[in-house]
């Protein structure tokens, strides 16, 4: 693995903010990771003060739109050392994106380091209220000034950090959204591409324009089957088990996802993941077999839903959501080492030895 230089900024920005009271992405930590790739390798792995970047106007990823992005969580550990919550799901994950969009892999070794790196820097700025973190976001695009239509050849990985409070707990209103579509098989839905959200960004404001807070996307074909919410997967729970779309091409493999259905099995429930039909969650509501109804997300940990509108109707959600409420509390737990992980998803930033 190539080492990584750190270049620090002469002054920090800690102090000036209230980290532990600040809404999300608004305000940035003091250092990115930066990496570049040209003539087929990643070079240049550098910690260096947050700054803008010039940007040629035909870099391709503006009109082409090679750029893909993760988003994953530092939380404060029990001895003080900020720890990650499985960040290996989302190395992988970026270089399947990387593989959909014609885009380099990138060293999944060197994308962990660089964040444990990249953390241990800015560690003043993990935030230490429940619920809070420093988000992280890792991306990729093409900076590649060519002006001809083919897969770039020189492209940035960066990494940037800013700290978020807790998200919004009130319920959610969701738009199942029946004119426009997110993904189709053999699309980009899978991917974490950027573009997957310049597509949705109207069809989410004129849902929010209607008193709703996201779009539940459904299939292609016949908007009948559930997909996925804007930023979250979805979970269910009916007489007492738990379904969730499966991954079948159009769905985003979420790691909050993978972590819930992991957990709901090792509480002794059981999860299936199949079709989900807007039908199926319509019948359910009425004959008063839904017990739970939640989306899943970093960003948002688990969201619970107040009510789906879908052709013309509003489908009332449960109004409590008491396994999935526990759910959302262990993975909290877990990931301010407040319980026992027994799963091995805490990764901590630095060895404690080494302290
Ligand atoms: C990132 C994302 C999710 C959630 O994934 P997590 O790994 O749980 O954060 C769900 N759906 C879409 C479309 C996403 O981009």
Redesign the pocket.
């Known amino acids: 693995m190539q080492e990584i230089t750190i270049t620090k900024s002469s002054q920090s920005r800690a102090s000036e903010v209230d980290i532990n009271h600040i809404p999300m992405g608004i305000s940035f930590t003091d250092h990115m990771f930066v990496c570049d790739y040209s003539e087929g390798q990643w070079k240049n792995a550098r910690i260096e003060p947050l700054a803008a970047i010039p940007t040629h106007p035909s870099a391709m990823a503006l009109h082409y739109g090679q750029a893909i992005f993760e ?2 969580k530092a939380t404060m550990g029990k001895d003080g050392i900020p720890v990650l919550f499985r960040p290996e ?2 190395a992988k ?1 970026m270089n399947f994106s990387a593989d959909r969009m014609g885009m380099p892999d990138f060293p999944e070794d060197l994308f962990v380091e660089a964040l444990k790196q990249l953390i241990w820097l800015e560690r003043e700025w993990v935030p230490t209220n429940e619920g809070s973190a420093l988000y992280l976001r890792p991306f990729m695009y093409a900076d590649e000034a060519y002006t001809g239509m083919r897969a770039a050849t020189s492209f940035k990985f960066i990494i940037f950090a800013t700290p978020t409070g807790p998200y919004f707990s009130r319920k959610i209103r969701l738009y199942a959204e029946t004119r426009y579509i ?1 993904a189709a098989n053999g699309g980009t839905g899978e991917a ?1 591409a950027a573009g ?2 310049a597509a949705a960004i109207r069809p989410t404001e004129l849902a929010k324009a209607q008193g709703y807070d996201q779009v539940l996307w459904l299939d292609a074909q016949n908007f009948e089957n559930i997909l ?6 979805i979970f269910f729970k009916i007489s007492g088990k738990f379904i969730t779309p499966s991954l079948d091409g159009s769905v ?1 493999a ?4 993978s972590s819930v259905i992991a957990l709901l099995r090792h509480k002794g429930f059981e999860v299936t993941e199949r079709v989900v039909s807007m039908k199926e969650i319509l019948d359910a509501s009425q004959n008063g077999t839904l017990e739970e109804a939640f989306g ?4 948002v940990g688990i969201a619970m839903i107040d009510e789906i509108g879908y052709r013309g109707q509003v489908i009332k959600m449960p109004e409590s959501n008491p396994v999935s409420q526990d759910v959302n509390q262990t993975i909290n737990k877990i990931k301010t080492q407040a319980v026992e992980d027994p799963f091995g998803w805490i990764v901590p930033v630095m060895e404690a030895q080494l302290v």
Do not use: I
């Open positions: 988003g994953l799901e989302n994950r997110r974490k997957n959200y996925e919410v804007g930023t979250m997967n985003l979420g790691v909050t996802r899943t997300g970093t960003a």
